[in-house]
């Protein structure tokens, strides 16, 4: 693998981590997905606008990304169907629930700023993964 391959990668992570240390610096927010996305739905007073600016500037850079390089999106492995993803969001977001956090919340940002709590669950999330892949690779 050359360095020209893996700049994509390299610059994702580094937009990542530049835009989650403006939201704490500037705003004193920690980026994570599911409480920005639980914000909009359940506002604080002038909570709103930021969290809907926030999910826009995901979805929009989803779209804009489809529209620059169609490629990226063409190779999918068989679609999982309907009840499959609406089972797999409820569980997400149980998790996510559970854990007082989802893995950008806590990954992205607990673990810069050193929080046990974020370490422990980036581990669980981790060893989570790695079991439900062995689980479909190998008995389902």
Same mark, same amino acid.
């Given at each position: ?15 990542? =981590? ?18 920005? @996305?639980?914000? @909009?739905?359940?506002?604080?007073? =002038? ?17 804009? !990304?489809? !529209? /620059? ?41 607990? !673990? ?22 062995? /689980? @479909?690779?190998?008995?389902?």
């Amino acid at each position: 693998m050359n360095l020209l391959s893996m700049l994509p990668a390299i610059a994702g992570g580094l937009l990542i =981590g530049v835009a989650s240390t403006m939201l704490l610096a500037l705003n004193g927010r920690i980026a994570g997905v599911s409480g920005i @996305v639980g914000g @909009v739905m359940f506002p604080s007073q =002038g909570d709103r606008p930021w969290r809907l600016a926030f999910v826009a500037g995901l979805v929009g850079g989803g779209v804009a !990304l489809r !529209l /620059a390089s169609p490629a990226v999106f063409g190779a999918r492995a068989a679609s999982p169907g309907w009840a499959t993803l609406v089972l797999a969001g409820l569980l997400v977001g149980a998790g996510s629930w559970l854990g007082n956090g989802c893995t950008s919340g806590h990954g992205v940002c607990g !673990l810069s700023r050193k929080s046990p709590r974020s370490l422990t669950s980036v581990l669980t999330f981790m060893a989570t993964a790695m079991l439900v892949v062995w /689980a @479909v690779r190998h008995v389902g």
